[in-house]
């Protein structure tokens, strides 16, 4: 399978280029060369590798920000759904992921290495898929601390100054919008376990992903965003418009198994929310049934959401068959994560013609997001979505704005980054928090403090970064975009 062969090669050492002369005692230059020494990085390694835990639940933010978003609730372990105040650190994405597609960047622009690297795609088509992987990484790191190196940030320079907000985001959309006009008719980039090399569907993933960032610079930017809106929506490639462009990622099994699987392989840590739950039960939106594991009834039994450890393990002592995040057949080993979707995408455009950005027609743009979404849970049936569409709860007669929010919001289940960005920006729905929160503030966290190692690393600029958090380096300081 070409996806297990890819992987291999990353955990290969020969899976580089290297000198093929041999040492001699009678010269000194070579008795001081390593033959297995790593000279040349094969990129396609190093896209294989950084792509290997693209939008799983491990993943920045993803976890955490499911459960500040109440998709999920914690089933023994609860410090997290209580808003313990962790000292989350960037340092292994900016030396794992993030490294591996700078380096692809680095060896496909240097004279030296360009002709090796040239071997696994395109120099341009290289560098254009890694930029915009960087940027999705960076997207996802801004929107979990707030400012943040980026414009210094994998240049070997010692202490990076931490960029605006603003500035990472205007950094972003530039990356995305240049990446897709690089991309060349040459080879294609090897390694490539999402797409497989198909640029067409990395143009509407990056198209996408800007009418996203868009949207979530509306009420702080609204200018802007529309502008960017507007540019992606028309830009070369389009928008991810059907189901069989979504990005995703299949995993082969064995070794490399789904992770959220994993997640279920041996341990019962989290369930799905009885806020979530309660959500799609009240709209009677049967995709409830592929989100979460019904019981022997085909019943969805929802954890509540933030209690106590001890009330938590009381719980689930007495209601043992309670849902776990997916049903069955969506959490195999071999089973597919998804990343970016068509439903994401006319979600997206639902609200940006309701917000006057596009002369498009929110309710046709809503309903086929929604009807994408079914569709991909494979729950999709036409009567029922015809009533469902309809129903009073679901319907764009009232209250358009928010009911295109709560969709998108229940669109981006299990994705925690996602969710808990969107509901951070809109307010949708109306979360409450936990009585039982352990933080003073008793709040729903806004953001991730910074790492500890940061104030004595590079401590300049991370004081000048929290000295623009109004409230200093809380979880309670609202970042850029969160008005």
Known sequence: MKFQKNILKVLTAT?????????????????????????????????????????????????????????????????????????????????????????????????????????NGSNNNQIALARILKAYRLLTMTDLWGDMPASEALLEIVKPKYDTQQEVYNLIFKELKESIAQ?????????????????????????????IMALRISKVDPTTGKTQFLDALASTGGVIDAN?????????????????????????????????????????????????????????????????????????????DYSFIFEQSLRQATSTNQILTASHAYLARAEAAQLGWTTENAANMYSKGIEMSW??????????????????????????????????????????????????????????ATSKATNASKAIPRRYVYGANEATLNGTNFNAAVGRLSGGNTQDAKIWWDK
């Not at 609730?73 to 997290?80: F, I, K, P, V």
């Not at 060349?184 to 009418?211: E, Y």
């Not at 009232?398 to 969709?407: D, E, F, R, W, Y």
């Open 244 to 320: 069989e462009d979504n990005t995703a990622l299949t995993y082969p099994g064995g070794a490399y198994k789904n992770p959220w699987f994993s997640l279920y392989d041996g341990r019962k840590d989290y369930a799905v929310s009885d806020v979530f739950t309660n959500i799609m039960i009240t709209n009677q939106d049967a995709r409830i049934n592929a989100m979460a594991q019904p019981n022997s009834k085909g019943e969805i039994v929802s954890f509540p959401y933030g209690l106590t450890r001890d009330d938590a393990i009381t719980y689930a002592n007495g209601h043992a």
């Open 15 to 119: 899976s580089l280029l290297i000198g093929a002369s041999s040492c001699k005692l009678d010269d000194f230059g070579d008795i001081n060369k390593n033959p297995n020494s790593i000279l040349v990085p094969v990129t396609s390694s190093l896209l294989t590798n950084a792509l290997l835990d693209f939008g799983t639940p491990s993943s920045t933010g993803s976890l955490n920000g499911a459960l500040y978003c109440q998709y999920f609730a914690e089933t023994q372990y609860t410090e997290t759904s209580l808003y313990a105040t962790p000292q989350i650190a960037w340092d292994g994405i900016y030396a794992g992921g993030l490294y591996d597609l700078q380096n692809i960047i680095n060896s496909n622009t240097n004279a030296a290495t360009a002709t090796y690297a040239a071997l």
């Open 183 to 211: 991309f060349d008719a040459g080879a294609i980039p090897k390694g490539d376990i999402v797409h497989n090399g198909n640029l067409t569907r990395w143009r509407k993933f990056a198209n996408t992903l800007r009418m």
């Open 375 to 432: 569709k991909q849970w494979g729950v999709f049936d036409q009567a029922k979505f015809n009533t469902f569409i309809s129903s009073d709860n679901v319907s764009l007669a009232t209250s358009a704005l928010t009911k295109i929010q709560l969709q998108r919001y229940v669109a981006f289940y299990p994705n925690g980054h996602m969710g808990w960005s969107e509901w951070r920006r809109t307010g949708v729905p109306a979360l409450v």
